[in-house]
């Protein structure tokens, strides 16, 4: 009578748990063969893309980088479906196997482990194949950020009109330019005081953005430290400064703004809960 | 995928991009230039002294609204008395 109590409780006989183990192996190989296939394909899909995508991200004649943006979110789109499929599958294959499997066999029966083993393999061969495919996809996305400093370099360099000389257009005396200006600026002319319109042109616009971006990825190894010294308010607010700083120091002409702004992050963001 | 089919794929991808149609507004690349307005009226150009929304000399109105304060422009250069 206590013999179902004390003891594992019998299930289906030994024949059935051979087919059982035949059937698990079974799929884990299929399963394990499916994500090694596309593996392969994402590997070679983004190592043919990111010489592609760095080329038109270089292209200087497409103001909005539209061109860029729409390759980037094709490729990534193709990730998206190796991604989908890879979940539908695992859904489909992996855990409705583990599902019935789990009917069959009670959490007392020895035979479990098996089963629970491959459930394990399975996760576990998961989990190595999303990291994969997220570090692909951060790859991808980081071509926007690999020439900050040479972008904003060259694009500080129009800022200040690359030397160019201006005239007055009233009285005709030279007007230098005197640093670089990133949105359109009244400038008075040193002879007869008229207040020309110096505007910096189309690229000259983007220099806040690439400025914003840049200053982030300076200070990275500060996010970096924050997030691994148990995300404290302190450091959170180290990296805010450092950034801040960065960014006060390439656009001295939008420090009101930028330390309002500071202000506001500071306030409103918790120490714990990161960044963006 | 083989290398071919990626190399198409891609090739697909850039081609439509470049040619698909675009909507809302697009900024035409410009070079920096170097311009003044000058009163249509009299001819005068603006000075910061006198105030920029008016001319200084017939009165012209240049811009309906006021100045506020911004990046480089600021309260100060309204035309005073007007």
Same mark, same amino acid.
């Given at each position: 009578m206590f013999d179902s109590l004390f003891h594992r409780q019998s299930g289906p006989d030994k024949a059935a748990q051979l087919a059982w183990q035949e059937r698990l192996r079974d799929v884990e190989t299929r399963w394990f063969a499916f994500l090694e296939k596309l593996e392969d394909r994402m590997e070679s899909l983004c190592s043919a893309a990111l010489p592609e995508l760095r080329a038109l991200r270089r292209?200087?004649?497409?103001?909005?980088?539209?061109?860029?943006?729409?390759?980037?979110?094709?490729?990534?789109?193709?990730?998206?479906?190796?991604?989908?499929?890879?979940?539908?599958?695992?859904? &489909? =294959?992996?855990?409705?196997?583990? +599902? /019935?499997?789990?009917?069959?066999?009670?959490? !007392?029966?020895?035979? #479990?482990?098996?089963?629970?083993?491959?459930?394990?393999?399975?996760?576990?061969?998961?989990?190595?194949?999303?990291?994969?495919?997220?570090?692909?996809?951060?790859?991808?996305?980081?071509?926007?950020?690999?020439?900050?400093?040479?972008?904003?370099?060259?694009?500080?360099?129009?800022?200040?009109?690359?030397?160019?000389?201006?005239?007055?257009?009233?009285?005709?005396?030279?007007?230098?330019?005197?640093?670089?200006?990133?949105?359109?600026?009244?400038?008075?002319?040193?002879?007869?005081?008229?207040?020309?319109?110096?505007?910096?042109?189309?690229?000259?616009?983007?220099?806040?953005?690439?400025?914003?971006?840049?200053? &982030? =990825?300076?200070?990275?190894?500060? +996010? /970096?430290?924050?997030?691994?010294?148990?995300? !404290?308010?302190?450091? #959170?607010?180290?990296?805010?400064?450092?950034?801040?700083?960065?960014?006060?120091?390439m656009l001295p002409d939008l420090k009101a703004h930028h330390e309002k702004r500071y202000h506001n992050e500071a306030a409103t963001t918790q120490g714990d809960e990161g960044n963006e | 995928m083989t290398e071919n089919k990626i190399r198409s794929f891609l090739d697909n991808l850039k081609k439509t991009a470049e040619t698909q149609k675009n909507y809302g507004l697009y900024r035409e690349a410009s070079l920096p230039v170097m311009d003044a307005a000058v009163c249509p009226h009299c001819g005068a150009g603006r000075a910061k002294a006198d105030g920029l929304t008016h001319c200084a000399y017939c009165g012209r109105r240049f811009l309906a609204v006021a100045l506020d304060d911004g990046i480089y422009l600021k309260k100060t250069d309204n035309s005073p008395n007007v």
């Amino acid at each position: 009578m206590f013999d179902s109590l004390f003891h594992r409780q019998s299930g289906p006989d030994k024949a059935a748990q051979l087919a059982w183990q035949e059937r698990l192996r079974d799929v884990e190989t299929r399963w394990f063969a499916f994500l090694e296939k596309l593996e392969d394909r994402m590997e070679s899909l983004c190592s043919a893309a990111l010489p592609e995508l760095r080329a038109l991200r270089r292209a200087t004649d497409d103001v909005n980088r539209r061109v860029y943006q729409k390759v980037l979110s094709g490729v990534t789109g193709q990730l998206q479906n190796i991604h989908d499929r890879a979940y539908h599958t695992h859904d &489909e =294959k992996v855990l409705d196997t583990w +599902y /019935e499997f789990r009917e069959e066999f009670k959490m !007392t029966h020895a035979f #479990f482990d098996f089963g629970h083993t491959f459930r394990q393999n399975c996760e576990k061969r998961y989990q190595e194949f999303e990291a994969c495919l997220w570090g692909w996809d951060k790859l991808l996305h980081e071509t926007s950020r690999e020439n900050l400093e040479e972008e904003y370099r060259r694009v500080l360099e129009i800022c200040t009109a690359g030397g160019e000389k201006f005239t007055c257009k009233q009285c005709g005396a030279p007007i230098s330019i005197a640093r670089a200006f990133f949105i359109s600026v009244n400038l008075p002319c040193p002879a007869c005081a008229t207040q020309n319109t110096f505007d910096p042109g189309s690229e000259a616009r983007e220099l806040p953005f690439i400025a914003r971006d840049l200053a &982030e =990825k300076r200070v990275a190894p500060l +996010y /970096e430290a924050y997030q691994n010294g148990g995300r !404290t308010p302190e450091l #959170f607010r180290q990296y805010l400064r450092a950034r801040y700083d960065e960014l006060n120091r390439m656009l001295p002409d939008l420090k009101a703004h930028h330390e309002k702004r500071y202000h506001n992050e500071a306030a409103t963001t918790q120490g714990d809960e990161g960044n963006e | 995928m083989t290398e071919n089919k990626i190399r198409s794929f891609l090739d697909n991808l850039k081609k439509t991009a470049e040619t698909q149609k675009n909507y809302g507004l697009y900024r035409e690349a410009s070079l920096p230039v170097m311009d003044a307005a000058v009163c249509p009226h009299c001819g005068a150009g603006r000075a910061k002294a006198d105030g920029l929304t008016h001319c200084a000399y017939c009165g012209r109105r240049f811009l309906a609204v006021a100045l506020d304060d911004g990046i480089y422009l600021k309260k100060t250069d309204n035309s005073p008395n007007v």
